[in-house]
């Protein structure tokens, strides 16, 4: 069964995400987007989540239980092709017309790339998503990162503080 998630399902949702060593969001993130949750036998065994933005819908998490994605037909995971299809579909309705998906090319994602070119959508090689430790961006910031061009010391901040 797919259904909408809801603020109870939580920690049945992080405890699905880290067995897979996907990053957790806190609830509030995950309350922020739109999120769909599969279950068999009272379990989660199967979770999307998109953040919607106007006419975009940016999907960035779905994660199928490795015992339910046997359970497959053709060789595709049922489940996670009816949660593509429950989200696809939900997110048409709110009036999203562009649909991205984030896919992280250093963690192994190409049966995800494979899936999503199968129901249509194609890689965008143009686009950049760069990520980093929050704590070295932030000491690398702190400690005149850019060679010396940042000042982080508030006294010392003018509108010469940036060179380009």
């Known amino acids: 069964m797919i259904r909408p998630m809801n603020a109870q399902d939580y920690h049945r ?38 953040l919607i933005r106007g006419k975009v819908g940016i999907i960035d998490y779905l994660v199928v ?36 998906g984030l896919l992280d090319k250093m963690d192994g994602c190409e049966t995800m790339l494979r899936f999503y070119q199968e129901i249509g959508m194609e890689e965008r090689v143009p686009y950049a998503i760069v990520r980093g430790n929050p704590q070295v961006v932030k000491e690398k910031i702190e400690n005149g990162g850019l060679n010396g061009r940042i000042r982080t010391n508030t006294k010392d901040r003018d509108r010469s503080s940036v060179s380009s």
């Open 13 to 50: 949702v992080v405890s699905l995400l880290k067995l897979y060593n996907f990053d957790i969001m806190t609830r509030e993130e995950i309350m922020s987007g739109f999120g769909l949750v599969a279950v068999e036998d009272g379990k989660i065994v199967g979770f999307m989540w998109a």
């Open 65 to 100: 239980d490795a015992d339910w994605r046997q359970k497959s037909h053709l060789g595709r995971s049922m489940i996670g092709l009816e949660l593509s299809t429950k989200m696809f579909a939900e997110m048409m309705k709110l009036g999203v017309t562009k649909f991205i």
